[in-house]
């Protein structure tokens, strides 16, 4: 498809016969915008954000973080889970559920995860504004199918992890790594324009939100 | 199970006609639009004066990428391939649908599960792959209803938006047997069991299906990186799940760097579907090593847009985010549907780009620069700050000094059928009356000789839409 490449860009070179030889084409960014909007405390806004996608929201401590994890699984009725390779071992110390494990070496079929009830992951960032949680694949998180077959996420987030505004997360961020930017359980907008929960992705979102402990 | 066309559909004033006296359609868009504005409103509104910086940070970075638009290309191609994926270019619809094709065919699947995207919309994807032999599968809750009851998109962002839920729940009880799961028997119009009926529906084809095509919302030269925004999860399914995954693109999608997104994931969500984020975005660079698919091909595709490019008024169309907030706020959007434009592009900004990619060639397209009244409202509610009204003024001229030229014929017919009603009439009259800001009173050039002869009222203070909604309130 060579003829093609050259083809288009020598249309597009044609096309930008106005624009001055000398023109920069490297645009300095200003930023002229706000990093963030919202006011009040970045933890209190993420969960009311999180709660307006009708995402579950519960706010606790570092400490009470593994058995807080086994009590939402048993109240979601979750027998099996998929982990991520590199969860914290602590975090289902409390649990008696029975994890399914995603390995590099043996990873879990679409179908393994669709079997299982749901799975636990960390996050990389969280943005309060728009009650955004981003995923980077990182071994906390697992490769990007463990977050969405399964019909239940429960996702821990740290209180340093949580910014207040998008232009913050996406400093934090590496464009290299594949991201799942996740505002509530999946949606649709598609009948008669109202937002309606539970289609293809999780339908049910949970968010532990880790305070440090005082 | 064929895929309709917009092929030989009657220009605007006719289809306007008739699509006006459809009372269903219209309700089904008064309600829908609506809605929308509300919602967009208010989560706009939040950012206060900030969106007024967003947008002309949007407005900057989509202007200086468009003119060193060649730069960008070649940058982003470099990117891609440096992470493991592969660039191809298509000059036309042709080339583009013979590549998607080619790809496909070569690992041996002859079903596709597809992400919305317009582009492919525009280059016919799926009739190509149907003659072919390969059966695309669209997993977007609004285009799978299209698909479903072989229709025609009336909306970029919800192509089913001249559907209600009971037609939805119909075609669903019609038609989703002959594609897989059938739907249940006692389906009720409750968008929640629709919303149910379409996993259902997909969830097996997901998990099975090895080869997925996408567009893209933005693609990040400096990285490589590809950008899709969704709500369902259907868009993650096909981006993460299959063996290869083929993107086609339009070249006016880039955007220099990754920082860039910083303004473009505030300002799209938002003016899109009023949401402060959509539910997932994904973003991809490349191939990544044991997560998703492991052979990834990016079309770069033109199909007319450096005509658009050339034309120094009317490039401006290519900043376009595709959120559809002009056809949400559009007076004659409302009332004539999507339909009625001919074109996969429907609304304001369709009215100015369908003509533009195609060259006026045909009657449909020449008569799309007057299906407006030139309110403005489109303008203002634009996040990336097209002046459609300019572009349309400067279109209409280029048809008028057309030999032979119908331009005034056709807007009078597209006028009458759009606002036979008084009311509609009135309503259009001081919407144009009171968004004149938007609107140049003599344009330079010989554009001029079209305005020097029509004159516009004084523009009083107060946006469109602190009228609108005034008048909505005192209904």
Redesign the interface.
């Known amino acids: ?1 060579g003829g ?2 050259e ?3 020598a ?6 016969a ?2 001055p030889a000398d ?1 920069p ?1 490297e ?1 300095p ?1 200003e ?4 990093d963030a ?1 919202s006011e009040g405390d970045t933890l209190e806004v993420l969960a009311d ?1 999180l709660l307006d ?1 009708k995402a579950l929201v519960e706010r606790v401590t570092e400490a009470d973080l593994p058995g807080r994890i086994a009590a939402a699984l048993d109240r979601r009725g979750a027998g099996r889970v998929a982990v991520p390779p590199g969860l914290p071992q602590a975090w289902l110390a409390e649990s008696s559920v029975e994890r399914v494990g995603d390995t ?1 070496e043996a ?1 879990l079929s ?2 393994d995860l ?1 079997a299982t009830d749901g799975v636990v992951t960390a996050c990389a960032v969280a ?1 309060a ?4 949680l981003v995923l980077d ?1 990182r071994p906390d998180q697992g ?3 463990l977050t ?2 399964p019909d239940y996420h429960l996702c821990v987030v740290r209180a340093g992890q949580v910014v207040d505004g ?2 913050q997360a ?2 934090r961020l590496d ?22 929960e ?5 339908r049910t979102l949970e968010v532990l939100l880790v305070e440090p402990d005082t | 199970m064929s895929s309709a066309t917009f092929l030989g559909m009657p220009p605007f004033p006719e289809a306007a006609e008739h699509a006006v006296r459809d009372a269903r359609t219209r309700h089904n868009l008064h309600k829908a639009t609506h809605t929308i504005r509300g919602k967009r409103d208010a989560v706009v509104g939040e950012l206060g004066d900030d969106w007024a910086r967003l947008r002309a940070e949007g407005e900057a970075v989509k202007t200086h990428t468009l003119r060193h638009l060649d730069h960008y290309l070649e940058r982003l191609e470099e990117s891609v391939q440096r992470a493991g994926g592969t660039v191809h270019w298509a000059a036309d619809a042709a080339e583009a649908n013979a590549i998607v094709t080619r790809l496909v065919r070569r690992t041996g699947e002859t079903e596709v599960v597809k992400v919305k995207s317009m582009a492919t919309q525009e280059i016919e994807l799926n009739n190509a792959l149907e003659a072919a032999g390969i059966t695309a599968y669209e997993t977007d809750l609004a285009e799978l209803i299209v698909q479903l009851g072989e229709d025609l998109p009336s909306h970029i962002l919800v192509p089913a938006i001249h559907l209600g839920r009971s037609q939805i729940r119909e075609i669903f009880l019609d038609k989703m047997a002959e594609w897989g799961v059938p739907a249940p028997a006692d389906l009720t119009d409750d968008p929640r069991a629709l919303a149910e009926a379409a996993r259902v529906h997909l969830r097996e084809l997901f998990l099975r299906s090895k080869v997925a095509v996408s567009g893209a919302n933005f693609a990040v030269a400096d990285s490589g990186t590809l950008v899709v925004l969704e709500s369902e999860g259907n868009g993650r399914m096909c981006l993460t799940l299959p063996e290869t995954l083929i993107s086609v693109v339009g070249i006016e999608k880039i955007v220099p760097t990754w920082s860039d997104l910083e303004v473009f994931l505030q300002l799209l969500p938002r003016s899109s579907t009023g949401e402060r984020m959509n539910p997932y975005t994904s973003t991809w660079t490349g191939v990544t090593p044991g997560d998703g698919p492991q052979d990834f091909h990016l079309v770069l595709l033109d199909n007319g847009r450096t005509d658009v490019l050339a034309d120094t008024v009317g490039r401006q169309a290519l900043r376009c985010i595709r959120c559809s907030a002009c056809l949400n706020i559009c007076p004659v959007y409302e009332r004539t549907g999507g339909h009625a434009y001919g074109s996969v592009y429907p609304g304001p900004i369709g009215a100015i780009l369908t003509p533009q990619l195609h060259g006026m060639s045909s009657e449909v397209d020449r008569a799309l620069p007057y299906a407006s009244s030139l309110c403005g409202a489109c303008y203002d509610v634009c996040p990336v700050a097209i002046d459609i009204p300019e572009v349309l003024v400067h279109l209409r001229e280029q048809v008028a000094s057309a030999p032979g030229h119908m331009g005034e014929k056709a807007m009078m017919a597209g006028a009458e059928a759009v606002f036979g009603s008084s009311t509609a009439l009135d309503a259009a009259q001081r919407a144009a009356g009171l968004v004149g800001g938007a609107i140049p009173k003599h344009l330079p050039g010989t554009a001029g000789k079209w305005t020097d002869t029509r004159d516009l009222p004084e523009i009083p203070r107060g946006s469109f839409r602190q009228w609108w909604n005034e008048r909505e309130e005192d209904r």
């Open positions: 498809m093609s490449r083809r288009v860009l249309r597009v070179r044609a096309a930008l106005d624009v023109e084409v645009r960014s930023h002229p915008y706000a909007h954000r996608y590099a990873p679409a179908a669709d943005i504004e728009t009650g955004t694949a490769r990007r199918a969405l077959v998008v232009p996406v400093r464009p290299g790594r594949p991201l799942t930017w996740i505002s509530g359980p999946s949606a649709t907008s598609d009948i008669e324009l109202n937002r309606v539970g289609v293809h992705g999780p």
